[in-house]
């Protein structure tokens, strides 16, 4: 019989590899700290690539469910300067291979596909150690442990069970996001949601900008980027939504007011998210018994790829066990040599596009990216 396979965390990454081994019959248990599915928002919505993140729900069977989420028109991109002139504009022609579907719904259908008793909510990892010989004990807040002898940690940046493979901990990459959201946007917002378009929209000069995109209906939801330190961001009184907001756009004095508005006029109270990545290079030497996956594994600033490496992490994880259902260790090794190099280059990859992004030539560099010819 195939050795069960202990989970921790039911993001993407974890319920993946979780659906993957259902699949194959491996048994799998997934502990998850929140209480609920819908114990908090899933996020806004995620660009499924067709070389990864598409790639594991085929290997999940769960196709023709991904398909059924996707958002028509949600792939065009229009590039702004800080007065709102336009300086790139692509449609969505049905063609891109990263159609956009909403975080929640997509963790749904993978929820939805595994047995209801595989996920155990309000798991609260307090502690995991080893006990010798490839076996492990994951001790929750509640007092309640478990032994396992093949354990995946798929539990995020902070992850508990990365400490049993590596001393590197993420830090701040010096950059942060801030979410806003506004709702019926065509009718209480026209010149923003004009601004922005039927996808994404990046609004861009160094160091800085306002990036937003249209969700389901009406719904904008804007990530507005500040390279500044921590110590910066603690000055601001998040807990004073309109003091916030108002400290934030600050720093967009002279922009265009479709665009500031985007700040000033949210519907939701400012929500900061600090960027922390690990070293580009993190890998570890094989330890007997337990391995790591998406951001517990190579967490890196934000560049539209941590989800869907995540997934493809975990179907390349299960698909390996699959293969190797007498061998753990050969599965391991197998996944790992891969998955180093894979986000190796991701994380460079996406440092390389936060300096298109906001660097001293936004939002001109994007431009080039986008089109190979200088704007």
Same mark, same amino acid.
């Given at each position: 019989?195939?050795?069960p396979v202990?989970i921790?965390?039911?993001g993407?990454?974890?319920?993946?590899?979780?659906?993957v081994?259902?699949?194959?019959?491996?048994?799998?248990? !997934?502990?998850? #700290?929140?209480?609920?599915?819908? +114990?908090?928002?899933?996020?806004?919505?995620l660009?499924?690539? /067709?070389?990864?993140?598409? &790639?594991?729900l085929?290997? +999940?069977?769960?196709?023709?469910?991904?398909? =059924?989420?996707?958002?028509?028109?949600?792939?065009?991109?229009?590039?702004?300067?800080?007065?709102g002139?336009l300086?790139?504009?692509?449609p969505?022609?049905?063609t891109?291979?990263?159609?956009?579907?909403?975080?929640?719904?997509?963790?749904?259908?993978?929820?939805?596909?595994l047995?209801?008793?595989?996920?155990?909510?309000?798991? *609260?990892?307090?502690?995991?150690r080893?006990?010798?010989a490839?076996?492990?004990e994951?001790?929750?807040?509640?007092?309640?442990?478990?032994?396992?002898?093949? &354990?995946?940690?798929?539990?995020?940046?902070?992850?508990?069970?990365?400490p049993?493979? =590596?001393?590197?901990v993420?830090e701040?990459?010096?950059?942060?996001?801030?979410?806003?959201?506004?709702? /019926?946007s %065509?009718?209480?917002?026209?010149?923003?949601?004009k601004? !922005?378009g039927?996808g994404?929209?990046?609004?861009?000069?160094?160091? *800085?900008? @306002?990036?937003?995109?249209?969700e389901?209906?009406?719904t904008?939801?804007?990530?507005?980027?500040?390279?500044?330190?921590?110590?910066?961001f603690?000055?601001? /009184?998040?807990?004073?939504?309109?003091?916030?907001?108002?400290? @934030?756009?600050?720093?967009?004095?002279?922009?265009?007011?479709?665009?500031?508005a985007?700040?000033?006029d949210?519907?939701?109270?400012?929500?900061?998210?600090?960027?922390?990545?690990?070293?580009?290079?993190?890998r570890?030497?094989?330890?007997?018994? !337990?391995?790591?996956?998406?951001? #517990?594994?190579?967490?890196?600033?934000?560049?539209g790829?941590g989800?869907? &490496?995540?997934m493809?992490d975990?179907?390349?994880?299960? *698909?390996?066990l699959?293969?190797?259902?007498? /061998?753990?260790?050969?599965?391991?090794? %197998?996944y790992e040599?891969?998955?180093?190099?894979?986000?190796t280059?991701?994380?460079?990859?996406?440092?390389?596009?936060?300096?298109s992004?906001?660097?001293?030539? +936004?939002?001109? =560099?994007?431009?080039?990216e986008?089109?190979?010819?200088?704007?």
């Open positions: 019989m195939p050795t202990t921790i965390g039911a993407l990454g974890g319920l993946t590899l979780a659906r081994l259902h699949v194959h019959g491996i048994p799998v248990t !997934v502990y998850e #700290a929140e209480p609920s599915p819908t +114990a908090r928002s899933q996020g806004g919505m660009d499924i690539h /067709d070389y990864n993140g598409q &790639l594991a085929a290997a +999940a069977g769960l196709m023709d469910e991904f398909r =059924s989420l996707v958002l028509d028109g949600r792939q065009a991109i229009r590039v702004l300067d800080q007065d002139t300086l790139f504009d692509q969505d022609d049905g891109g291979g990263r159609p956009e579907v909403q975080r929640g719904a997509l963790r749904q259908i993978l929820l939805d596909s047995p209801g008793d595989t996920v155990r909510w309000g798991h *609260k990892v307090s502690e995991v080893a006990l010798g490839g076996r492990h994951v001790s929750f807040a509640d007092g309640g442990t478990v032994v396992t002898s093949l &354990l995946v940690g798929a539990d995020g940046a902070w992850s508990r069970v990365r049993l493979l =590596s001393d590197a993420p701040y990459f010096g950059r942060s996001f801030i979410e806003t959201y506004l709702f /019926d %065509e009718t209480r917002h026209p010149a923003a949601a601004a !922005v039927g994404s929209m990046f609004a861009l000069a160094p160091g *800085k900008g @306002i990036q937003a995109h249209r389901s209906g009406d904008l939801h804007t990530y507005v980027v500040l390279t500044e330190s921590r110590d910066w603690a000055t601001i /009184d998040f807990t004073d939504a309109a003091a916030a907001a108002a400290r @934030i756009a600050h720093e967009f004095d002279g922009w265009a007011p479709e665009l500031t985007l700040i000033t949210s519907d939701t109270a400012p929500v900061l998210r600090p960027l922390y990545a690990l070293p580009i290079e993190h570890w030497d094989r330890v007997p018994g !337990v391995t790591l996956l998406g951001d #517990a594994a190579h967490v890196a600033a934000s560049n790829e989800a869907n &490496l995540a493809y975990g179907a390349e994880l299960g *698909k390996a699959a293969a190797h259902p007498d /061998d753990v260790e050969a599965a391991l090794t %197998e040599q891969a998955m180093f190099p894979r986000s280059e991701a994380a460079a990859d996406g440092t390389q596009l936060h300096e992004l906001f660097g001293d030539n +936004a939002p001109y =560099s994007l431009v080039t986008f089109t190979g010819q200088t704007a």
